[in-house]
């Protein structure tokens, strides 16, 4: 539903008159003396610059923001005086613990200095000079086709929750900002290596949508994390650095090596705020041990997939002779138990604590074949 201002600007008789009174030269000043604090940021490091961490001083500083933000609901920016009717803007989530991690700073601040441009830092023109073989290339193509997936659905998830928090958690929402437009690189980094091969996009995943959709509607923001940030982020991580392992072409080791510099910062935060929200909420640990139990099984969807699994023993064995094929699963089976194992390490270290004892996944995996 739409909202109306109190009034229409066009025929407010008075917003005009006090404009020409400043064009005219009687200046208010009323905003001058302003009652907020006084302060001057000044960088720690002059090589560094200014960031987040060197502003956070006093009232402006986001180390004191309370657990419950109760008195702040407009878009206003933190520190400044508030005065007037201020519009409400119906922040779904208000309390610290529901969003913040004690690395988010620091992650926004890296994410800008280590930006990258897929269009002109991914060296294309290898492909032209070293083209892979045919099912090489197709295989890379179904992989990237499967990379798109879940770039665009961490893209959402941010998207989806940005305008619901709290204006007060600005460095927040700036590094949810800046998680899309990673992800949003990433797609286009992805997208562009499976068309520039010629083998075009593949086949979309039905295990990996249906899954992936459950993580991304997540009924509140620390579950959704949980599920986008630190499972998905994780589980992306391992699939980049077992394809920069085996990387058939120069091309495809570059581009795994940016696509890890930023999906581990996706981790790390989805990590941090799992184990900010545990400390300050421990009562919740309970509720979030039974979302993992229905959910968990979205880890299984991805990791296990056809979609994914064929290319990867395919790029990992170097083509589809017999032997090549027997090395790639060999590789492959090792991926599955790391992704599961770290997964679990994760968890557990943020504070989800015997996370792995009671989930369903180890021995699922386990029946999993090893190639002899």
Not at 19 to 47: C, F
Not at 63 to 83: D, L
Request: hydrophobic residues 40%.
């Amino acid at each position: 539903m739409a909202f109306y201002a109190d009034k229409d600007y066009t025929q407010d008789e008075a917003s005009l008159e006090a404009a020409n009174q400043v064009m005219q030269g009687n200046l208010s000043l009323h905003w001058y003396d302003a009652n907020t604090e006084k302060i001057k940021g000044k960088p720690a490091d002059l090589r560094r610059g200014l960031t987040y961490q060197d502003l956070d001083i006093g009232s402006y500083g986001y180390s004191s923001i309370p657990e419950h933000v109760r008195n702040s609901q407009s878009m206003v920016a933190r520190g400044s005086e508030k005065w007037g009717k201020l519009p409400d803007m119906g922040y779904v989530i208000n309390r610290k613990s529901e969003i913040w991690s004690d690395n988010v700073t620091s992650l926004y601040e890296e994410d800008k200095a280590r930006r990258w441009t897929p269009a002109v830092d991914v060296p294309w023109i290898e492909l032209d000079a070293r083209p892979l073989p045919a099912e090489l290339e197709a295989a890379c193509a179904q992989l990237y086709t499967f990379l798109q997936e879940c770039a665009l659905v961490s893209l959402d998830f941010s998207s989806r929750w940005v305008s619901l928090v709290n204006q007060d958690f600005i460095e927040q929402k700036s590094w949810m900002c800046a998680q899309m437009l990673g992800w949003a690189r990433l797609n286009e980094a992805f997208r562009k290596r499976a068309l520039y091969g010629g083998a075009g996009l593949k086949r979309a995943s039905v295990a990996a949508e249906q899954g992936l959709k459950e993580w991304l509607f997540a009924d509140t923001f620390p579950q959704g994390s949980f599920s986008i940030n630190l499972s998905l982020g994780g589980f992306v991580l391992a699939v980049c650095r077992q394809v920069a392992a085996f990387a058939p072409s120069r091309v495809d080791r570059a581009l795994m090596g940016y696509a890890m510099q930023d999906t581990a910062r996706q981790t790390a935060y989805g990590y941090g705020q799992l184990r900010y929200f545990l400390q300050h909420r421990p009562l919740e640990a309970n509720a979030m041990q039974e979302y993992a139990d229905e959910t968990e099984h979205v880890m299984l969807a991805l990791m296990g997939n056809p979609e994914l699994l064929e290319p990867l023993i395919i790029i990992a064995g170097g083509g589809l002779e017999k032997d090549q094929v027997r090395n790639g699963r060999i590789a492959v089976s090792k991926f599955i138990r790391l992704v599961a194992r770290e997964y679990f390490e994760r968890i557990e270290a943020a504070g989800l604590e015997g996370r792995s004892r009671r989930s369903r996944i180890p021995a699922l995996v386990d029946r999993i074949e090893v190639p002899a």
